[in-house]
């Protein structure tokens, strides 16, 4: 059974560091072809895609964020993390991990229920 | 970067009704790359088809996809009231990826 699991403060203050944790079970991040990827959706908007790392140690980051963000791995704990830097208001939403195969590319199969971050001082 | 347009934004059927849900694309998008989710209210979205149009586990067949080039439709052949929920479609052409606005579709 695949589940993944996000944890992270829920209030930030502006400029401050997001620091966000993706606990998966069900799979490995050393078998070929899993991809974690955090995609987020502020408060009653759409989706959007953030970062993504794969099996293989290949790292992707959306292009108007790059700056801000780190996406990093621990295998032997089956964890991901998101850091994202300098936040902002307009940074408040629910951060969603989800795990993407070769196979249902660029389907993400399973999500974690989401960790809503507020950004306000 | 692609972008996704998806129309209407809001639909609204009874059910036993057939919903055709749009994306369009900024360019061409092979349909490999392309996928639809449902978000349900207070619910992390979930997966329906990728590729052509593989349903993911557990989706049952009245969801269906099509299309190609830059035009794409999600039909739902026969809807039922817990179809209730923000559908979004979503391609990978080229990094990074990127979902559609969602289109809402309510059950009368």
């Known amino acids: 059974q695949v589940t993944l699991k996000e944890s992270g403060p829920a209030l930030v203050k502006p400029t401050q560091t997001l620091t966000l944790t993706c606990t998966f079970s069900g799979f490995s991040l050393t078998t ?14 759409a989706l959007e895609w953030l970062a993504r790392i794969d099996w293989d140690g290949d ?3 959306t292009t108007s964020l790059r700056t801000r963000l780190t996406i990093s791995k621990d295998t032997s704990k089956n964890q991901v993390v998101l850091i994202m830097t300098d936040m902002d208001p307009a940074d408040t939403a629910t951060y969603y991990c989800a795990r993407e195969t070769e196979t249902t590319f ?3 199969d399973y999500w974690g229920q989401g960790n809503l971050v507020t950004v306000s001082s | 970067e692609a972008e996704l347009t998806q129309s209407p934004g809001t639909l609204s059927l009874s059910p036993g009704e057939r919903a055709t849900l749009f994306c369009r694309a900024s360019q061409s998008v092979s349909t490999s790359y392309l996928a639809w989710y449902q978000q349900k209210p207070g619910q992390a979205p979930r997966l329906l088809i990728y590729g052509p149009s593989t349903r993911a586990t557990g989706i049952p067949d009245r969801f269906s996809a099509s299309g ?4 794409f439709t ?5 809807l039922q009231s817990e179809d209730l929920a923000v559908y979004y479609c979503q391609q990978y052409l080229s990094w990074p990826y990127s979902f559609g606005q969602g289109t ?5």
């Open chain 1, 32 to 45: 070929s072809g899993m991809r974690v990827s955090w995609i987020r959706q502020p408060p009653g908007k």
């Open chain 2, 104 to 108: 809402t579709l309510e059950i009368k």
């Open chain 1, 59 to 61: 790292i992707f980051y």
């Open chain 2, 74 to 78: 999600l039909t739902i052949s026969s």
């Open chain 2, 68 to 71: 190609s080039g830059t035009d």
């Open chain 1, 106 to 108: 660029p389907g993400f």
